[in-house]
Nanobody, 114 residues
Framework: QVQLVESGGGLVQPGGSLRLSCVASGFAFSSYTMSWYRQPPGQPRELVADITSAGGNTNYADSVKGRFTISRDNAKNTVYLQMNSLKPDDTAVYYC???????WGKGTLVTVSS
């Protein structure tokens, strides 16, 4: 069965960095566009970034452009989200998603606070 397992969340001070990972299993990972979404407290889920199957194209929400970088390692069935210059507004549960599918991870909490 399809599984997406996120890790790497935690508490970080404003201006700090975190790297999220999502390990995929149960499908041909290298064939699919993968996405990171986030859901801030009390708000709807929103797209953060996505990356095409071979990693050649990426797309970012305006709010994270220049600060976040999505990447993938198809040999490890893993997609990453490097988050730099974190702000309190980045506080959210971050989810891994196989684009245009029903498959989501359970999420990892990122809290940006001093």
């Amino acid at each position: 069965q399809v599984q997406l397992v996120e890790s790497g969340g935690g508490l970080v001070q404003p201006g700090g960095s975190l790297r999220l990972s999502c390990v995929a299993s149960g499908f041909a990972f290298s064939s699919y566009t993968m996405s990171w979404y986030r859901q801030p407290p009390g708000q709807p889920r929103e797209l953060v970034a996505d990356i095409t199957s071979a990693g050649g194209n990426t797309n970012y929400a305006d709010s994270v452009k220049g600060r976040f970088t999505i990447s993938r390692d198809n040999a490890k069935n893993t997609v990453y989200l490097q988050m730099n210059s974190l702000k309190p507004d980045d506080t959210a549960v971050y989810y891994c998603h196989r684009r245009l599918s029903i498959y989501w991870g359970k999420g990892t909490l990122v809290t940006v606070s001093s």
